[in-house]
């Protein structure tokens, strides 16, 4: 199946206006599906058209993949502050835990002696 492009994308990649295409569409030239032009058929419309810059659409789908990465980003990783306080928060249940370490050795140790 030839990848679908919207009609104004069409219209930008073989360079017309978009009423062009809707004319061409409606005069039965070129065949749509759901307000979408398959290549192969705008190709067929269109056989000088050259659609090979897609310069402009790749960087569009650059930007949207680095705002689609930084937001997942943001939402995976807390910021600096939360991370200190839990940081804090952990160390002190650390140093806790090791004290009452400490205190079930001390304590079975002198179970043992007795």
Known sequence: MSQLLSLSRAARLVG???SELQKRVKQGDLATFD???T???LLA???SAQLEDNTE???VLLIKERAF????????MPDVETL???LKELSRELTLSQLQVKQYKIL???????
Not at 69 to 76: L, N
Not at 108 to 114: E, G, K
């Open 16 to 18: 017309v206006n978009r």
């Open 35 to 37: 307000g979408m032009v």
């Open 39 to 41: 290549v192969d058929n």
């Open 45 to 47: 419309a269109y056989p």
């Open 57 to 59: 659409y790749s960087r």
């Open 69 to 76: 990465g930084k937001r997942v980003f943001e939402r995976a």
């Open 84 to 86: 200190a306080v839990r």
């Open 108 to 114: 079975l140790d002198r179970l043992r002696t007795n």
